[in-house]
């Protein structure tokens, strides 16, 4: 169950991926005048006001945009950069796109299985995004807004903001989208994402391609169907630093030939906390939960497409930290609420320290595709309701598990909570001696 979940999210990521590289310019759109502007749009004065303007098609001179901007159809931007003052509202035309281009996403099981619509070219053909380097550095108290001109928004009203290198989303609310925030491939460190606000967009909040963009103190929440953020691409290697994740369907995917630097986030009510498939991430000081589970339906034009993933499997198929054929660092984290802290598929060796795994039905369970070498030392795993440790059937060699508190110095009480050969002869042994007789102190 848990490999099938990281085989979906990796044909999530794979579809999602497909429209990411540079599409064929858009024909350059004249500003409308009122007469020309959709009806959906906000009331216009027979004079509008030099702060309201309108824009669709090819950009090939750097621009400032500030006031409200309405976005009628995709906008590219080519050998030039588009600067968004601080205060400015960038509202893109619900279900609109009057240039009519895009490319679907090729069908994978999570989308089948959904029937999802924002995967098919009428819809990106029907929806608006901005692609190219674009600079929006809000305030504090003066943000930038992205967002649908709908008076009903949804998720999946318009697509995203494709961010070429040298690009910079800072202080900004990103909403109502399908993708809110891609950073292109080969961008590598030039593109900065900090300080910003996703929310209610129906795919994912923030996906990187192949770069090493600067990911920090950004809140996201209600903004994945699929995930928060999601590292994808051979080399990609961002710092996602100090974000807050909630209320989504994975918090954080890490997929195939990444190595980000995932330390310092709050990843509370999501599904999956963060999935490593393939990956040499590193992951630590994060603090991970998740009492209920993602609670909240993602729609498009009112219908849900993506159910909240309680719904999906119940709260015991959730799991803090999932690591599939990879050896990621995991040190220090807080993990707790889950139906399973940590699970361990297939050809996996990752390094499991200082952490601390409380109040989940399982600790760390391995599953029974597991082989490799973890070093699991120097943990905290107590007070699970379940098992501590699970080494399900299909392992059957030893696994090295010393020098860990497991809530009791009472060597029955720590055996009664590890599930291995002693209770089955088809699964592998856990050395768990020597074992630490007091708590680490939790840093």
């Given at each position: 169950?848990?490999?099938?979940?990281?085989?979906?999210?990796?044909?999530?990521?794979?579809?999602?991926?497909?429209?990411?590289?540079?599409?064929?310019?858009?024909?350059?759109?004249?500003?409308?005048?009122?007469?020309?502007?959709?009806?959906?749009?906000?009331?216009?004065?027979?004079?509008?006001?030099?702060?309201?303007?309108?824009?669709?098609?090819?950009?090939?001179?750097?621009?400032?945009?500030?006031?409200?901007?309405?976005?009628?159809?995709?906008?590219?931007?080519?050998?030039?950069?588009?600067?968004?003052?601080?205060?400015?509202?960038?509202?893109?035309?619900?279900?609109?796109?009057?240039?009519?281009?895009?490319?679907?996403?090729?069908?994978?099981?999570?989308?089948?299985?959904?029937?999802?619509?924002?995967?098919?070219?009428?819809?990106?053909?029907?929806?608006?995004s901005i692609q190219g380097v674009l600079v929006a550095r809000g305030t504090p108290e003066n943000m930038i807004t992205f967002t649908s001109d709908s008076a009903m928004p949804d998720g999946g009203d318009w697509e995203q903001l494709h961010l070429w290198a040298g690009s910079a989303i800072e202080y900004c609310i990103v909403e109502y989208?399908?993708?809110?925030?891609?950073?292109?491939?080969?961008?590598?460190?030039?593109?900065?994402?900090?300080?910003?606000?996703?929310?209610?967009?129906?795919?994912?909040?923030?996906?990187?391609?192949?770069?090493?963009?600067?990911?920090?103190?950004?809140?996201?929440?209600?903004?994945?169907?699929?995930?928060?953020?999601?590292?994808?691409?051979?080399?990609?290697?961002?710092?996602?630093?100090?974000?807050?994740?909630?209320?989504?369907?994975?918090?954080?995917?890490?997929?195939?030939?990444?190595?980000?630097?995932?330390?310092?986030?709050?990843?509370?009510?999501?599904?999956?906390?963060?999935?490593?498939?393939?990956?040499?991430?590193?992951?630590?000081?994060?603090?991970?939960?998740?009492?209920?589970?993602?609670?909240?339906?993602?729609?498009?034009?009112?219908e849900s497409v993506y159910f909240a993933t309680t719904a999906m499997g119940g709260h015991n198929e959730t799991q803090g930290i999932t690591v599939g054929h990879s050896s990621p660092t995991i040190s220090h984290n807080d993990i707790s609420d889950y139906g399973k802290g940590i699970v361990i598929v297939g050809d996996s060796s990752p390094s499991i320290t200082f952490n601390t795994i409380s109040g989940c039905l399982g600790g760390i369970v391995f599953e029974p595709s597991f082989l490799g070498s973890p070093g699991i030392s120097m943990n905290n795993i107590y007070k699970n309701s379940g098992d501590n440790l699970d080494l399900q059937p299909g392992f059957t060699g030893v696994l090295d598990a010393a020098n860990n508190w497991w809530g009791t110095a009472n060597e029955a009480d720590i055996a009664r909570k590890i599930n291995d050969s002693v209770d089955d002869p088809s699964r592998g042994t856990v050395d768990y001696m020597p074992f630490l007789t007091e708590p680490l102190a939790e840093e």
């Open positions: 169950m848990i490999f099938r979940f990281l085989l979906v999210l990796l044909a999530i990521i794979a579809g999602a991926a497909a429209c990411t590289s540079e599409e064929a310019a858009p024909t350059p759109t004249a500003t409308p005048t009122p007469a020309q502007s959709p009806a959906s749009h906000s009331p216009l004065t027979a004079t509008p006001s030099p702060s309201e303007t309108y824009k669709s098609g090819l950009i090939t001179e750097d621009e400032t945009w500030s006031g409200t901007v309405h976005i009628t159809g995709d906008v590219a931007v080519r050998g030039a950069t588009v600067t968004i003052l601080p205060g400015t509202t960038v509202l893109f035309a619900a279900h609109q796109d009057d240039q009519h281009s895009g490319c679907a996403v090729p069908l994978d099981e999570w989308i089948v299985q959904h029937n999802d619509f924002a995967a098919t070219l009428e819809y990106s053909q029907s929806h608006s989208s399908r993708g809110a925030v891609d950073v292109a491939e080969d961008t590598y460190d030039s593109v900065v994402v900090s300080y910003n606000i996703m929310r209610y967009n129906l795919w994912t909040a923030l996906t990187v391609h192949s770069s090493s963009s600067t990911v920090t103190y950004n809140e996201i929440y209600r903004s994945g169907g699929h995930q928060g953020i999601a590292i994808i691409g051979a080399g990609s290697a961002p710092h996602i630093a100090n974000n807050r994740i909630e209320h989504c369907a994975a918090g954080i995917h890490v997929d195939v030939g990444t190595s980000p630097i995932i330390e310092d986030n709050i990843l509370t009510n999501n599904h999956s906390g963060i999935g490593v498939l393939l990956s040499t991430a590193v992951i630590q000081r994060n603090i991970i939960s998740s009492p209920t589970g993602a609670a909240y339906d993602f729609t498009y034009r009112g």
